[in-house]
């Protein structure tokens, strides 16, 4: 399936555009304003705002809480545009053309090309005037939108992977819970290989090798950021364990067992087990209601426990803050609200989404109390960023891990190639 969503808004099916407004619909206004005339008193300022496409609810949750904004703010008005397809392509051609809205979002692994592009605004001055510090989020969440010793976004919510699985299956196939080591997701494949029960199901995907490179201790790029360093002996241990699920039976992908995602192979009772993320719940809903399901965390590896964290940013447009410090202030106190405790709490309630800060997250399990895995995992989880040229090296990767389940070359061969596709596409060490 690739990258199972964009910057956490992949799943959204947004068409049309919107002024989000508390007061009455004649603020409506158009596309190039930047202030609207006076009501009452209060003079306005537009601020424009775009993302990718969402589903209903996720707009109506966005709605929602910008409204709430706009209550508190009688003197912003909040023009949001959604992009209905071909997000990327069009955002990076508004901001070349110079008219790109105010505030954009964009994911961890896109963001850094962005900041080296010089088209978002740091933060941190901005951040500090309203109280905002990076201790309010949880740490693998923010670090991705960090360049150069400056913040430039901050994480408006998340998921990770964790394991789904059919507890049914498993007891049938003789296993008394849920595999928590590599060892026993191993002798849990094994069973139901055995059991002739629906297997494990994974495609060759970098972002779900991921997470079992991370839990071998390997990392993409050194801790301090000098080298590229995906070719090493624990990653090499990963990608055995990863393949070898795969090569020696024990897995199949979802082509394999006719399904386009390991989530439909799920859906379809085609696999027992799965590594998914939150959108998992609406998956299944949507499509099989009557699937039954259970989520524990990742499995732990030869370095424990690990997860990968996929997370988005509201970001502000460094243009506008330039060439109109007022838009661009007022741009900035609408991310502050998002990211804010009541503004996030607004959005990921009626989103279901994760918060990403440790603070809501009590609140959000009473509320949703099956997202416990997912959640947990973002204590110890490593980001889906690699920086500057991490977008192009993911494509690239995928393409190698393909080559490797295809057997047109062997695991030491793969490694190998992503040292070389890594060293091409990322900046590392300041070059």
């Known amino acids: 399936m690739g990258i199972a969503r964009e910057g956490l808004m992949t799943r959204r099916r947004l068409v049309g555009s919107s002024v989000v407004a508390a007061v009455a619909p004649t603020l409506f206004v158009p596309a190039f304003a930047k202030r609207t005339g006076r009501v009452g008193a209060q003079e306005q300022i537009t601020v424009r705002m775009t993302s990718p496409n969402a589903s209903p609810a996720e707009r109506a949750a966005l709605e929602a809480t910008l409204a709430g904004f706009q ?38 692994i896109a963001a850094p090309d962005l900041v080296s592009r010089g088209v978002v605004q740091p933060i941190d001055d901005l951040m500090a005037a309203s109280g905002i510090t990076l201790d309010q989020f949880y740490p693998s969440l923010t670090a991705p939108f960090q360049f150069d010793g400056q913040q430039y976004g901050l994480p408006k ?54 997470a079992f490179f991370y839990a071998a201790g390997a990392r993409v790029v050194a801790e301090d ?20 699920l795969y090569r020696d039976g024990l897995a199949q992908s979802p082509t394999d067992v006719g399904a386009s995602w390991a989530g439909e192979a799920y859906a379809t009772e085609l696999a027992s087990i799965v ?43 460094a243009q506008s803050f330039t060439e109109n410090p007022e838009v661009g202030q007022a741009a900035w106190e609408v991310i502050a609200y998002l990211v804010g405790p009541d503004g996030m709490a607004s959005w990921t309630s009626a989103a279901r989404l994760l918060p990403s800060r440790p603070d809501l997250a009590e609140g959000f399990l009473a509320e949703y109390p099956q997202f416990e895995p997912f959640l947990t995992g973002a204590s110890y989880a490593l980001p889906f960023a690699f920086g500057p040229g991490g977008l192009n090296f993911n494509t690239n990767a995928n393409g190698e891990i393909e080559a490797l389940f295809a057997e047109e070359q062997d695991v030491q061969t793969t490694l190998d190639n992503l040292q070389g596709r890594a060293e091409e596409s990322i900046t590392v060490g300041g070059s």
Not at 167 to 188: N, Q, Y
Not at 277 to 302: I, Q, S, Y
């Open 71 to 108: 209550e508190l703010n009688p003197g912003i008005v909040i023009e949001y545009t959604p992009i209905p397809s071909d997000y990327d392509t069009k955002l990076q051609a508004d901001l070349a053309a110079g008219n790109a809205a105010d505030i954009f979002t964009s994911n961890e």
């Open 157 to 210: 919510d998340f998921s990770t992977l964790a394991m789904v699985y059919d507890a049914e299956a498993l007891t049938e196939a003789g296993i008394e819970a849920a595999p928590t080591t590599w060892d026993e997701l191993r002798a849990a494949a094994q069973a139901l290989s055995d059991a002739g029960l629906p297997p494990l199901v994974f495609g060759p995907n970098f972002d779900r090798y991921l």
């Open 225 to 244: 950021g000098s080298a590229v360093t995906v070719n090493s002996p624990e990653a090499v241990e990963a990608m055995e364990f990863y393949y070898g």
């Open 275 to 317: 590594f998914e993320g939150p959108w998992m719940f609406g998956a299944l809903a949507e499509t099989a209601p009557d699937r039954l399901f259970e989520v524990a965390e990742m499995p732990a590896g030869p370095a424990g426990q690990a997860t990968v964290a996929f997370t988005g940013s509201y970001f502000l447009n």
